[in-house]
Nanobody, 121 residues
Framework: QVQLVESGGGLVQPGGSLRVSCATS????????IYWVRQAPGKGLEWVAV????????YYADAVKGRLTVSRDNDKNSLYLQMTSLKPEDTAVYYC??????????????WGQGTQVTVSS
């Protein structure tokens, strides 16, 4: 059974930091590119960051570049998102999303249930 379980969300003041995690099981984690995707209240899904299967390459959305850092531990089948200098506009539910591509064709995709991050004073 495939599981992606996010944790670590919560309430943080503007300018603060938070680390969210995604523990996975039931699929070949080290073969998948892993994305962090967020959804702010009343808005659609927004891609935030992606890390490739071996963890050597990362990409970030412009809105979070320099403030968020994605990492993974393939031995623990886990993904992390370190967030610093948080802003109220970072308030959202954060999801981890695993994708396996063959060339440009998406073969498998899995989603976690999300964790709420609220940035407010």
């Amino acid at each position: 059974q495939v599981q992606l379980v996010e944790s670590g969300g919560g309430l943080v003041q503007p300018g603060g930091s938070l680390r969210v995690s995604c523990a996975t099981s039931g699929f070949s984690f080290s073969k998948f590119g892993i994305y962090w995707v967020r959804q702010a209240p009343g808005k659609g899904l927004e891609w935030v960051a992606v890390i490739n299967p071996n963890g050597e390459t990362e990409y970030y959305a412009d809105a979070v570049k320099g403030r968020l850092t994605v990492s993974r531990d393939n031995d623990k089948n886990s993904l992390y998102l370190q967030m610093t200098s948080l802003k109220p506009e970072d308030t959202a539910v954060y999801y981890c999303n695993a994708r396996l591509f063959s060339g440009l064709v998406l073969q498998e995709e899995y989603w976690g249930q999300g964790t709420q991050v609220t940035v407010s004073s």
